[in-house]
C-alpha cells in the first residue's frame, strides 16, 4: 500500500499564490503518472493537472496560465504552483498517483481563497 502525503494547503488572498506537494515513498514513483484532483462543497471531484511519467502535462481549462504541475523523481515529489488564486479555487485538493491497475490517494489538503 502507497500512503502519498500531501502539504502546502492554506487560506490565502484572491491573486496570491501557494504550492502543493505531494511525497511518493517508493522508488518506484518514477513509472507513475500523477494529477492533483479539487473537490469543492457540493461538487464532483475534478482532475486540475496531471503529468505522465515522461514529464508531459495537462490541466483543466480554468487553472491554464495560472497553475503549473511539476515532478521531482529524485525526491519522488510532484508539485502543483498555483498562481493568481481565485475564490472559486477553494476546495480539497487531492493528489493521485496512477500506474496500470494501481491507483492511489492522498489524504487531502484544503485550499480556501478569500479576502
Known amino acids: 500500500q502507497v500512503q502519498l502525503v500531501e502539504s502546502g494547503g492554506g487560506l490565502v488572498q484572491p491573486g496570491g499564490s501557494l504550492r502543493l506537494s505531494c511525497s511518493f515513498p517508493?522508488?518506484?514513483?518514477?513509472?507513475?503518472?500523477m494529477g492533483w484532483y479539487r473537490q469543492a462543497p457540493g461538487k464532483q471531484r475534478e482532475l486540475v493537472a496531471d503529468i505522465t511519467s515522461s514529464g508531459s502535462t495537462n490541466y483543466v481549462d480554468s487553472v491554464k496560465g495560472r497553475f503549473t504541475i511539476s515532478r521531482d523523481h529524485a525526491k519522488r515529489t510532484v508539485y502543483l504552483q498555483m498562481n493568481n488564486l481565485k475564490p472559486e479555487d477553494t476546495a480539497v485538493y487531492y493528489c493521485n498517483a496512477v500506474h496500470r491497475n494501481s491507483e492511489y490517494w492522498g489524504q487531502g489538503t484544503q485550499v480556501t481563497v478569500s479576502s
Open positions: 517508493r522508488s518506484i514513483f518514477s513509472i507513475y503518472n
